[in-house]
C-alpha cells in the first residue's frame, strides 16, 4: 500500500498555475464569495497549519489530540484577506514542495497512524491524506468556476443561456 493523494498533492501547484496565468490581479481579487486571491491564501495558511502539523504529530506522537481548524473563523478575523495573490501562491507552492517530500519520506506504514480530532474522534493519516487531496480538489473547482465566470461567460453570448455559473 502507498500513501494516499500523493499524486493530487503534488499536482496542485502546477494546476493551479495554469489556470491563474493570465489573470490580472483585479480578477484574482474578483468576489462573489471568495475570491482566488483568499482561496490561495487560505490554501498557504492551511498547508502548515493544518494538514502537515497533523500528520507530524500523528507520526511523532502516540494518540496526539488535535484540534480543529476553524477556516470561517479565520476568514471573518480577516486571516485570508488583503494577501497579495502571488505571495500567497508562491507561500503556498514552497510549502507543498516540503510537504510533500516529507510525506513520500514516510512508510506505507504511517497510514495507519492514528491521532484524536477533538470534534470527529479517532483519525488516522491515510484519513488525513485523502482529506488533504479531496480539499485541494475542492478549491480547484472553486478557483475554476470563478474563472468561468469571469473570463468565459460574459463573453459567450447567446450561450449563456444553456450554462449557469456558481463562482
Same mark, same amino acid.
Given at each position: 500500500m502507498s500513501l494516499p493523494g500523493l499524486t493530487t498533492l503534488e499536482a496542485t501547484p502546477e494546476i493551479l498555475r495554469l489556470l491563474m496565468e493570465g489573470l490580472s490581479e483585479q480578477d484574482a481579487k474578483w468576489k462573489h464569495r471568495f475570491s482566488i486571491a483568499e482561496t490561495l491564501e487560505h490554501m +498557504? *495558511? =492551511?498547508?502548515g497549519h493544518c494538514f502537515r502539523a497533523r500528520v507530524e504529530s500523528m507520526v511523532d506522537e502516540v494518540n496526539p489530540a488535535l484540534e480543529p481548524y476553524d477556516a470561517e473563523a479565520y476568514f471573518k478575523a480577516g486571516q485570508? $484577506? !488583503?494577501?497579495? #495573490?502571488?505571495?500567497?501562491f508562491d507561500h503556498f507552492e514552497e510549502q507543498r514542495e516540503l510537504n510533500v517530500e516529507y510525506v513520500r !519520506?514516510? #512508510?506505507? $506504514?504511517? +497510514?495507519?497512524r492514528i491521532g484524536t480530532h477533538a470534534r470527529i474522534g479517532p483519525i488516522t493519516v $491515510? *484519513? =488525513?491524506l485523502n482529506e488533504w487531496a479531496f480539499h485541494d480538489l475542492g478549491h480547484i473547482k472553486q478557483i475554476v468556476e470563478i474563472i468561468r465566470a469571469l473570463q468565459y461567460y460574459p463573453h459567450m453570448g447567446p450561450f449563456q443561456e444553456q450554462y449557469? =455559473?456558481? #463562482?
Open positions: +498557504a *495558511h =492551511v498547508e485570508y $484577506s !488583503g494577501r497579495d #495573490p502571488e505571495d500567497s !519520506g514516510l #512508510p506505507d $506504514s504511517a +497510514a495507519d $491515510s *484519513h =488525513v449557469k =455559473v456558481n #463562482p
